[in-house]
């Protein structure tokens, strides 16, 4: 019988992760995929990819998300390219990753253990249900990608830090920075790659050869390089990528809810036979407060990470991988920013290796024969279990429709699911259904105004005024200073007749939001449909021409202003309609300023203009 080595038990491990996951070949496009993969022209060729390079990784609608993973979309473009869009293509290439994946996975558990505890490690990392999501979930393909970029540099930075020439040195300092480079490219996930290199450094048992200075800094140059180029091109969509549970939170909201959510991500770590495919409100609940559940989450949080201090030395290979699943998980933890994700599967791949190196340390700690015997036995139960399980929820990402109707029944009380299943049905045209639908949503959580404002736009096309109103009364009171839920309202008071209404909605719209072009140009409509004096409708259509940067057209409007110079002032009202743009004033005409100026501390002395005005 041939030994077992490194190199065969790495074989043998993406082996069964290949063989675990073969059926996802028969799956299609579910989840995400329609947007990211099947109707992003950016995906459709290595060219369009290529050219796509320096644009965030969702399409023109949905940037909001924040996202930059040009290479995740070059591996796109590849594939289909290849295979005319086939998906079982596409599945494969995911499948051939987390075979990858695995493999490395057992060279990295093989610095602390004997080749069968490896094996082990390899084999539950291969089998684990929680990574589903991401293999038999085409869109997964950016898990794979950077958690396969992460472990190739962690372990081409051991290679490093034993080089013996000069030559291997900068070898392997190139192979580094290359895998630190495709992971960041690939995720944002991968900005932990400088953090897990310094783990394993200093957890590793043989001495370096020399310092890895050269190492860190290049690393570290990459990273906040990366950092300004993300920033520069998706960063301005960071602050709305917070997931819909955690948005319109504080700070300290967000962490009073997520607190409980730490505690189902180590649930997932070690039972993940229960799995949702959004754990969205009200699968967690949003908790304001503190309370007795997000308190045990702390309890077991802090627990971990000290058991992890306590292991340095006497279980090096258990603190290494609390540590490194307490890293990976980081980015998407909410602890100092909102990810966009309470829990994710996805999120959790690379920490699954906290269980994978517990089973591989048993196997290597066993002990006795009949010891040995027994923990190999439970060893096989589990993995057995794992990998009946992984089989068995590869079919639940066959199709767009499936994880919506299934999530439906098992949670309704998924608030995201409700707010998905809306859009598709009224994709189907069925917009009655998808307005009860989104309806449904915004009870189940009515602090976020996003099902509202779908449910407005249902609401109107139907004809149900009154539902249109309400619901876009709800969203304007959680969030007041979004032209879209502004226009909205405007539009629900107008279709009442309400035209009065519509006018002060679009006047404090614009006064709170003075650069919107698009609220300009209601309020300029809505003054045309009250019959506003012709002076505000002349102002109001500078306002919008200076801020489109049409300033031939705002001088015009201004020039036929200033014979109307006797009409302003003649109400209350009229020093805020003047102020509101007397910086445009001033800048295009500084003679009307001044006219206009006089007048009014003339009419009242209330009226003053301020010259810090918000419109300069």
Sequence with gaps: ???????????????????????????????????????????????????????????ENFRWAGLYRPFTVLTYGVDWTLSGGATWWFHAVNVGLHALVTGLVVLVAAAWLPVLGALGAGLLFAVHPVHVEAVANTVGRAELLVAAGLVLALLAARRYRRAGSRRQRAAWLTVTIGAVAFAIFSKEQGVVAIALIALDH??????????????????????????????????????????????????????????????????????????????????????????????????????????????????????????????????????????????????????????ALLLGWGLAVSGGKQYRRAVLVGAGVVLLAFGYRSVER??????????????????????????????????????????????????????????????????????????????ARRAYDLLSDDPVIVKQLAAAYAELGALDSARAVLTRGVDAMPFSAELLEQYRLALSATNAPRWRQLLGGAQRAWVVGDLVRAAAQLDTLAADVPSVFTVADDCAAVRRAVGIVRALKPELARSLEARGAASDPRCALDPKSLSQ
């Design 1 to 59: 019988m041939p030994q077992l080595t490194r190199a065969r038990a790495a074989w043998l491990a993406a082996a069964a992760a290949a063989a675990v996951y073969a059926l996802s070949l028969r799956n299609g496009w579910a989840g995400d995929d329609m947007v990211a993969i099947r109707d992003n022209p950016a995906a459709h060729s290595v060219r369009a990819a290529l050219n796509a390079w320096f644009d965030p990784y969702w399409p």
């Design 202 to 355: 200093a957890f590793d048992r043989e001495r370096s050869t020399h310092d890895s200075v050269s190492l860190y800094a290049g690393v570290a140059v990459l990273t906040i390089a990366w950092l300004f180029v993300w920033r520069g091109i998706a960063g301005a969509y960071v602050a709305g990528a917070g997931h819909t549970a955690l948005a319109y939170l504080t700070p300290a909201e967000r962490v009073t809810t997520m607190l409980p959510a730490y505690l189902e991500a180590l649930r997932l770590l070690a039972w993940p036979f229960s799995l949702a495919s959004d754990y969205s409100p009200q699968v967690i609940p949003v908790r304001l407060t503190l309370s007795w559940v997000g308190a045990l989450g702390l309890a077991s949080s802090a627990a971990s990470l000290t058991l992890g201090v306590l292991l340095v030395k006497r279980v090096p290979v258990v603190a290494f991988a609390i540590f490194f699943a307490a890293v990976t998980y980081f980015p998407t933890s909410n602890l100092l920013f909102a990810s966009g994700v309470v829990v994710a599967e996805r999120n959790l791949y690379l920490a699954i290796l906290l269980p």
């Design 394 to 471: 590869i079919p639940f990402w066959r199709d767009a429709q499936t994880p919506i109707a299934e999530e439906r029944a098992a949670h309704p009380e998924n608030f995201q699911t409700r707010v998905v299943l809306g859009r598709q049905l009224a994709a189907l045209g069925d917009s009655s259904w998808a307005l009860a639908e989104l309806l449904v949503a915004g009870a189940l959580l009515p602090t976020d105004p996003g099902a509202a404002v779908i449910a407005t736009h249902h609401a109107a096309t139907q004809g149900r005024r009154f539902l249109a109103l309400r619901e």
